[in-house]
């Protein structure tokens, strides 16, 4: 038998046993061949907003998928090499060299390789326009869009793939060279707990693990203040800690499980704890992996729907009206006349404000002092326009600031009201009451200086005493609100054209649909790298526990000569299935709990509801590969047992 000869059996019998993998590789590259042929493709980038840096969203995803695949096809391999183990052993032990054996296997790898990359290609081809219609749809977007072969995106495809093979193939050659045949032959032997861990040691570690979990915890609390310094000690304590935990604490607390029974397991937890006993400090490494990236991939999905979800809440709060004019009376009935002529029913109210120059004081810092410009808003005309809100008691204030989490914890800012406000008036002094915050404009945001709501009467009292002083001025606001939100995307048209000078203004239609299209390509690329992470983690952990299976063949046999049938075996293989695929995904959501927590102050609307459903969507599917598992033990215990 020839080596090609050879390596064509070899073929057919690991795309049979590893077709998972394959699945996942081709999956994962031709989302690398959609992406970099988005990155390339003028038709669909001339659709966005200029604004939208479109092809750098894809090329970052592209270099992020790169080292997903890396990573993931680096681990896969290294639990195949080991699986065949035996198999390289036997190759040696009947004379072949052992660069014999290093070029069968790069020959196999190679070819394997290829095949997948043609798939990849083909199907990244196919399947591009299906995306493109997805990402219109996010973005809130109509038209047809041919979508043609990319030849760079292909040749992109192929650079990865030609690096993917050259690792491998570094690491199949560092398997065959540096491994003896003692090595090769007993890769498979599972290990076993004949010494008890040390006591005093493993309760260190299992505590330190722990602390260091906690204290990447309470740090994210904080991340905001020194972003950069703190996001690398959150993730350095957290993996650190994550490790220890599956490495000590989690086969800590086996062990005790085991000397409480003295022993005496059972059936069930034989075949469900015994096996996670022997193989947790082996699988160390990869648990903390697949953990972190599951991690990753939720806080990254949940927090691109939870942008996504929010647009429109989030620019209102930034643009209560749809349209503000402000001290330009005839251009804002100019505007209203085109609506009208176009027949667009609009709300057309007035505001009439102040503007003058103070200090709002900081109680925690009397030395604190900053002047600057302040606008004052009677509350009753905002009440004529719609606006939800109370009128403050005369001589009281409420600062208005969508912003306001983008500057701070919240949390400590309140800390700072009921403070006062102070007005320099012909050489006196003047004070007024700030009652509290709220993080929402009164005002659409281009409005002038800092928007403070109080009564008409209070405004028409600050009007008289700060009449002539630096910086007062009297505001006119014309304000406009379009029921309809199909006759608003026709009056943004209008004002677009209406002011197209160089002036600084914000229509809440044209902002909402920019802001939409930034945050549907992040979640576009979110979901589809969350995917790609989801397939990897849960891979790496069938693959895993395919080759514990093959290892447990002669216990289950000898389980069978002593009476047990499939279902009863199965009851404890399904617990310790539970069990392997519950502890890195709850411990990964328990990490994208505090990391979503700690980029919230990003966003101002409240995460829960879109954080919940990607982490059930995420868990859906990822209990899909635990079924898989099942289903090839099952197989494996039924061959075992006839």
């Not at 046999?557 to 009863?568: A, E, N, W």
Request: proline share 3%; net charge neutral; glycine share 6%.
């Amino acid at each position: 038998m020839t080596v090609f000869e050879l390596t064509r059996r070899s073929m057919r019998q690991n795309v049979k046993h590893y077709y998972l993998y394959f699945f996942a590789l081709i999956f994962s590259m031709s989302l690398y061949f959609v992406f970099t042929s988005l990155q390339h493709d003028q038709a669909v980038q001339n659709m966005t907003h200029p604004s939208v840096d479109f092809s750098a969203g894809f090329q970052i995803a592209g270099v992020i998928l790169i080292v997903i695949v890396g990573i993931f096809t680096v681990s896969a391999n290294g639990i195949f090499l080991r699986r065949r183990s035996r198999e390289i052993g036997l190759y040696q032990l009947i004379g072949l060299s052992k660069g014999w054996v290093a070029r069968y296997l790069m020959i196999e790898n190679i070819l394997l390789g290829l095949g997948a990359l043609l798939a990849a290609i083909i199907c990244g081809a196919l399947i591009s326009r299906l995306f493109v219609l997805i990402l219109l749809n996010l973005l809130g977007l109509e038209g047809i869009v041919d979508i043609s072969f990319s030849v760079p995106a292909a040749f992109k495809t192929s650079m990865v793939y030609l690096l993917i093979i050259v690792i491998t193939s570094i690491q199949m050659m560092l398997k065959v060279y540096r491994s003896t045949l003692l090595n090769l032959f007993q890769a498979d032997k599972r290990p076993d707990l004949t010494k008890p861990p040390k006591a005093v040691a493993s309760a260190i570690f299992a505590l330190l693990g722990l602390a260091l979990i906690g204290y990447g915890y309470e740090l994210s609390g904080h991340i905001n203040e020194q972003l950069f310094l703190n996001a690398l000690l959150v993730l350095g304590s957290i993996v650190a800690g994550t490790y220890l935990l599956f490495r000590v604490t989690i086969r800590w607390c086996f062990y005790r499980f085991r000397k409480r029974k003295d022993g005496h397991l059972g059936l069930t937890n034989s075949l469900s704890m015994a096996p996670l006993m022997h193989h947790m400090k082996a699988n160390a490494n990869s648990l903390t992996l697949i953990t972190m990236l599951s991690a990753m991939a939720i806080t990254l999905i949940s927090m691109a729907y939870a942008f996504y979800y929010s647009v429109e809440q989030e620019t209102r709060r930034d643009l209560p009206y749809d349209f503000m004019f402000e001290n330009e009376p005839q251009e804002a009935l100019s505007f209203k006349m085109k609506l009208e002529k176009e027949g667009i029913d609009v709300n057309h109210h007035v505001v009439q404000a102040v503007l003058t120059m103070g200090s709002i004081l900081d109680p925690n810092d009397e030395f604190h002092k900053v002047e600057e410009s302040l606008l004052w808003l009677p509350a009753e005309q905002l009440k004529q326009t719609g606006a939800d809100l109370n009128v403050p008691p005369d001589g009281e204030a409420i600062l208005y600031n969508a912003g306001a989490s983008l500057a701070g914890d919240l949390d400590e800012q309140s800390k700072r009201y009921p403070t006062e406000i102070e007005l320099e008036q012909h050489g006196q002094t003047v004070m007024y009451t700030l009652r509290t915050l709220m993080e929402r404009n009164i005002m659409n945001l281009n409005a002038p200086g800092r928007q403070l709501l109080v009564s008409e009467a209070t405004m028409d009292k600050i009007a008289e005493q700060m009449a002539g002083t630096p910086g007062y001025k009297v505001i006119r606001f014309d304000t406009y609100q379009v029921p309809d939100k199909e006759e608003l995307a026709i009056a943004s048209s209008i004002y677009a054209k209406h002011v197209s000078d160089e002036r600084l203004t914000y229509d809440f239609y044209a902002q909402y649909k920019e802001v939409l299209q930034m945050t549907g390509l992040l979640i576009f690329i979110a979901a589809f790298l969350g995917l790609v992470f989801l397939i990897s983690t849960g891979s790496i952990l069938y693959f895993k526990q395919m080759t514990e299976a093959e290892q447990e063949k002669q216990s289950f046999k000898t389980l069978r000569q002593l009476g047990f049938d499939v279902d009863m075996i199965m009851k404890g293989i399904i617990r310790k299935q539970a069990i392997v695929f519950l502890l890195p995904l709850s411990i990964g959501m328990l990490h994208s709990i505090f990391a979503i927590k700690a980029a919230s102050f990003m966003i101002r609307s409240d995460t829960t509801f879109p954080a919940s459903i990607a982490m059930a969507i995420y868990t859906v599917i990822y209990f899909v590969f635990a079924l898989f598992t099942i289903g090839y033990y099952r197989n494996i215990v039924k061959n075992a047992m006839s």
